[in-house]
């Protein structure tokens, strides 16, 4: 079993960035794809980006060009940078890791205002 956490949500203004991290308890090596999903009230929580072990990325149409998913497996830790954020991109952000089972954090809250 693996324990995610994410930390560098926040408030921020629209075309400015953030860097979202998620920190996992075991090694990360092994664990087949790490991703980062996005949830609004009202709407199902959705893809938007995800890094396979062999460092394979896949991102949602809608950060395409925007946004950078990174795998440290020396640190345990998976990112994303966020930049030009757009209002629509305000979210609770999850961390997700898939290993045999579907492991997820508790969510960081991303605000971006126009």
């Known amino acids: 079993q693996v324990q995610l956490v994410e930390s560098g949500g926040g408030l921020v203004q629209a075309g400015e960035s953030l860097r979202l991290s998620c920190a996992a308890s075991?090694?990360?090596?092994?664990?087949?794809?790490m991703g980062w999903y996005r949830q609004v009230p009202g709407k199902q929580r959705e893809l938007v980006a995800s890094?396979?072990?062999?460092?394979?990325?896949k991102y949602a149409e809608f950060v395409k060009g925007r946004f950078t998913i990174s795998r440290d497996n020396a640190k345990n830790t998976v990112d994303l940078q966020m930049n030009s954020l757009k209002s629509e991109d305000t979210g609770v952000y999850y961390c997700?890791?898939?290993?045999?089972?579907?492991?997820w954090g508790q969510g960081t809250q991303v605000t971006v205002s126009s």
């Open positions: 997700n890791a898939l290993w045999g089972l579907s492991y």
């Open positions: 075991e090694s990360i090596f092994s664990i087949d794809v």
């Open positions: 890094i396979a072990a062999g460092g394979r990325t």
